[in-house]
């Protein structure tokens, strides 16, 4: 498995909460848990943005080559701060973003997704941690109260990582695939 800043970050919260239980101090340790849930969940989806952007970003570049015009205006008016309206966060499939790369991708795409349940659920947990990241970040950050454990938002991350590790080896695929 490829580890990740969020796999580290997990592993060092969990590190030191440990050793805050172990000293029982557990207020420190009830401040330090919440704030780490939100850093965990800002963390995987921030970790998600990125890395889906550039997938995005590489399948143009080597559809065209880096410096073409094509390429510019996907970067400009595709990627750069468009990210969140690639997806209907409160939905549990990924179509809107499917539909992006047209019809047929659409197509194979969901019938894909509709065989395969492990996608299908990590497509729900990737929009899941998007839709709690906007509550986060739109409903007053110092005093939001996620209803999720750390366990429970980093095993939502290691589910969505799924989706976000197969998209470009699929998108790459379809590409081939309609190359024939």
């Not at 009830?30 to 995987?44: A, H, I």
């Not at 941690?129 to 209803?147: K, M, P, Y």
């Amino acid at each position: 498995m490829n580890v990740t800043i969020v796999d580290n970050l997990h592993s060092e919260f969990t590190t030191l909460l440990g050793y805050l239980n172990d000293n029982q101090e557990i207020s420190f340790q009830n401040l330090v848990n919440d704030n780490f849930r939100k850093s965990l969940l800002l963390s995987s989806a921030s970790y998600f943005e990125n890395t889906l952007s550039e997938c995005v970003y590489r399948f143009v570049v080597e559809c065209t080559y880096e410096r073409h015009v094509i390429a510019f205006m996907v970067q400009r008016n595709v990627i750069e701060r468009k990210y969140h309206t690639w997806f209907e966060w409160g939905k549990s499939n990924a179509n809107k973003f499917f539909a992006l790369f047209g019809d047929d991708f659409l197509t194979y795409a969901k019938n894909y997704v509709n065989g395969n349940e492990e996608i299908a659920k990590s497509i729900k947990s990737f929009l899941d941690i998007g839709a709690n990241r906007n509550r986060l970040v739109h409903q007053n950050f110092a005093s939001f109260s996620l209803d999720q454990t750390a366990e429970e938002i980093y095993n939502n991350y290691l589910s969505a990582k799924q989706f976000v590790d197969w998209f470009p080896v699929f998108l790459k695929e379809f590409n081939e695939s309609q190359a024939q």
